[in-house]
């Protein structure tokens, strides 16, 4: 972490970029965000049509403060973050916004092109093949059957205290497809929904891990984006993971789910209001979700994007850093990881190296962290493991989002490469780091 970096610490949010009326919710009227630990109030807040809660009030847009806004057309009935949600790209953002984020020539500004995708995970690539490979540690359970899942969990919640044995047994071994038809069949039989029911009986992190585990995935990446962008520059690092790992139809589904569950609210607009800078257009960047997902790597296109990325380190701030930004947010991963592969064959540099020469700040740790990502995604969430059980007091946000979202892709792999780095397993860690039925659940996530 450089000194002069505000990712990963704890600042103090000044005052929006755009002039927002009122505070971002979770900030407080002096402009200071306000400690984010508990994943459940945020569930609370978010979820009202679980918990009958108060509405999350929208802010307005600065740029129609003198025009009357119309409401928008939601239909009779709520709608599915993934079904008939239409995401638009750069959706209600301002004209000073999209301004200020427009394409430019100038090194600073990233260029937004079309183009996006960061699907299941991947291994070290030194071969032709740069595609993603799974090895996920959580399997679908053989002998499923979600209605008699449903009943056990219902009688193990109206047990005095909660039966939190039967709990992790049931959505510790359940995939993200099978628990969503248990909490379907929950709903048909019980006529309420589970997360409703289970987490008031839980507490601390096992809560917070059971409340992820409740959630679709597009629902829990939206409530995480929200959360970020809620806790201000500190938080960023989350936008980032999220955005630069999953594809295409991953990102626009949490975009609906934000849109739904957050009020009619717009990731892509918060970023563009809520953040600033070098990093409010990476991220805005990151979030329209429409990268290249071709598979197949041209190998004489990837030669014209090293041949862009090389020459004198006097001309990177002009050419190359341009190059680059087109690369990083507009290319397939497979194409990335055959320029970063060539890149290194043609001039014996690392582009990490080369990235950590030219660029500082918090501008040089989310390029970092964007190229590590896509380059090797296994070893970049083992070294988010490593930070989060190193910090002091461990980051168990951290902790839980990456195993609840890897272990059905590339945990395996994520195991490997953090043995590797750490000379110990990341089941012994947690053994010795985390107690009880938070321990329990987290190790059932990761042994398959």
Known sequence: MLPNSNIGKSVQKTTSPTGLPQPFPGISPGGIPLNFTDFSTLVYQGFPQFYGGVLLQDYQDPSKSSEKQQPENRGSSPVSPTQNCSVEKHAAVSEQDKSELSLQSKPDSLQLHSGYTP???????????????????LQPYPKFEPKEDARKLHDAIKECGADETVIIDVLGHRTSEQRSEVLSEFKTIYDTELIKELSPELSGNFRDIMDALCLLPEDYDAVQMYAALRNGPAAYGTLIEILSSRTNAQINKAKCA???????????????????????????????????????????????????????????????????????????????????????????????????????????????????????????????????????????????????????????????????????????????????????????????
């Open 119 to 137: 699907p299941p995970p991947a291994p070290s690539f030194s071969g032709p093949n740069y595609s993603d490979a799974i090895k996920p540690t």
């Open 258 to 448: 934000y849109k739904k569950y957050f009020e009619g609210r717009d990731l892509v607009r918060d970023i563009a209001r809520e953040t600033s800078g070098q990093i409010r257009r990476i991220l805005f960047g990151l979030a329209q979700g429409t990268r290249d997902e071709t598979e197949t790597v041209n190998m004489e296109l990837v030669q014209k994007d090293v041949e862009e990325l090389g020459g004198d380190a006097k001309e990177w701030m002009n050419k190359n850093y341009i190059a680059l930004n087109r690369i990083i947010f507009s290319r397939s991963v497979p194409h990335i990881r055959a320029v970063i592969d060539q890149y290194s064959k043609a001039t014996g540099n690392d582009i990490e190296e080369v990235i950590k020469s030219q660029l500082d700040g918090d501008l040089l740790e989310c390029f970092l962290s964007v190229t590590r990502c896509i380059r090797n995604r296994p070893r970049f969430f083992a070294d988010q493991l490593e930070k989060s059980v190193n910090r002091l007091g461990t980051d168990h946000d951290s902790l839980i989002r990456i195993i609840v979202t890897r272990s059905e892709i590339d945990m395996g792999y994520i195991k490997e490469e953090f043995l590797k780095d750490t000379g110990k397993s990341l089941e012994s860690w947690i053994l010795n780091g985390t107690k009880g039925d938070y321990q329990k659940t987290l190790l059932a996530l990761i042994s398959g």
